[in-house]
């Protein structure tokens, strides 16, 4: 059974930093691709930043492109994601993701396995 946790999220201030932590377990993680998605209260979720199996192709939506960094440490089976400079825009519920493939378009239809999500709220 594929388990997905995420961790790190709260409250901060905007210009601020956080950094949210994923683990996966009941599949081989360096095998996947895996995503950061993002979902704010009467909004569709969103992908913000997905990363290839082998750390190759990280892609990041323009609304955080420079501002946050995705990265992975397969022997940990760990997948991050370092925000800086946080916007009150930013407060969302935060998911990471597993997909079944190697390298995946960053949309959540693309991906498989969900964490239960890490609320991240950034005040003005």
């Known amino acids: 059974q594929v388990q997905v946790m995420e961790s790190g999220g709260g409250l901060v201030q905007a210009g601020e930093s956080l950094r949210l932590s994923c683990t996966a377990s009941g599949l081989t993680f360096g095998g996947h691709a895996m995503g950061w998605f993002r979902q704010a209260p009467g909004k569709e979720r969103e992908g913000i930043s997905c990363?290839?199996?082998?750390?190759?192709?990280?892609t990041y939506a323009d609304s955080v492109k420079g501002r946050f960094t995705i990265s992975r440490d397969n022997a940990k089976n760990t997948l991050t994601l370092q925000m800086n400079t946080l916007k009150p825009e930013d407060t969302a519920m935060y998911y990471c993701?597993?997909?079944?493939?190697?390298?995946?378009?960053?949309?959540?239809?693309?991906?498989?396995?969900w964490g239960q999500g890490t609320q991240v709220t950034v005040s003005s």
């Open positions: 993701a597993a997909s079944v493939r190697e390298m995946a378009v960053c949309i959540p239809s693309m991906y498989n396995y």
């Open positions: 990363i290839g199996w082998g750390g190759a192709w990280p």
